[in-house]
Structure formats: C-alpha cells, structure tokens
C-alpha cells in the first residue's frame, strides 16, 4: 500500500493515479464505485469505505455513508447540509443523522486548529 502524508494514490483500470489531498474536494461513493472529486475533473476507484478512509488524512470528514469531504474547501455548515465551494461554484452535501454529531466535531476542531 502507497501511504503517503500528502497524496492519495489508487489503481483505476489498470492506470495508477497520484493527486495531492489539497486538490481533492471531495469523495462521493457510487456502490462500489468511489467518484474523486478535483476541481479539474472527476476520477473514479473501486474500493471499499473504510479502505478509503485508511488511505486519507485528518483533512477529510464523512459527513454521510455516500460523502468524504475534505474540510480545507467547507465555506458553511448547516444543520442537515455542507456547502463545499471552489474555483468553479460551490456543491451542497447533505450530512446524514448518523454522521451529524462526529463530524460538526471534528469540522469544528479542524477549523478551530486552523485560527
């Protein structure tokens, strides 16, 4: 396994892909399918939640069983949403019950270590 601090490497029809954590917005699970999304373009892997999880850092929150966000492009936090923003316009992510009170947590935590 590629475990690095500062890229995310996976395997996507026999082509092996590096993108920095800093330019990945957000993941979005698809059934097996993971879609990577870059301000750039959208990439897709196989693999499992918690596989995905072991590969990312402290930067990324599941917000919901079908989101991982990376918290660096978070501009507000609702009660039951996210609004990620970038270059080209912003994208609401809802945050499921299950996942409501650890991840305002760790946001909350992140963006305070940040000030």
Request: proline share 2%; with cysteine.
């Given at each position: 396994?590629?475990?690095?601090?500062?890229?995310?490497?996976?395997?996507?029809?026999?082509?092996?892909?590096?993108?920095?954590?800093?330019?990945?917005?957000?993941?979005e699970k698809q059934?097996?399918?993971?879609?990577?999304?870059?301000?750039?373009?959208?990439?897709?892997?196989?693999?499992?939640?918690?596989?995905?999880?072991?590969?990312?850092?402290?930067?990324?929150?599941?917000?919901?069983?079908?989101?991982?966000?990376?918290?660096?492009?978070?501009?507000?936090?609702?009660?039951?949403?996210?609004?990620?923003?970038?270059?080209?316009?912003?994208?609401?992510?809802?945050?499921?019950?299950?996942?409501?009170?650890?991840?305002?947590?760790?946001?909350?935590?992140?963006?305070?270590?940040?000030?």
């Amino acid at each position: 396994m590629d475990l690095d601090d500062d890229h995310f490497s996976f395997t996507y029809k026999r082509i092996a892909y590096n993108l920095k954590f800093t330019d990945i917005i957000c993941f979005e699970k698809q059934k097996r399918i993971v879609i990577i999304h870059t301000a750039q373009t959208d990439f897709q892997a196989i693999m499992s939640t918690p596989e995905l999880l072991q590969k990312l850092n402290d930067n990324f929150v599941q917000v919901h069983t079908s989101y991982i966000v990376n918290i660096k492009f978070i501009k507000e936090v609702g009660t039951n949403y996210i609004i990620l923003t970038e270059d080209s316009g912003s994208i609401e992510i809802p945050i499921s019950r299950k996942f409501k009170s650890q991840a305002r947590d760790a946001i909350i935590m992140k963006m305070r270590s940040k000030l």
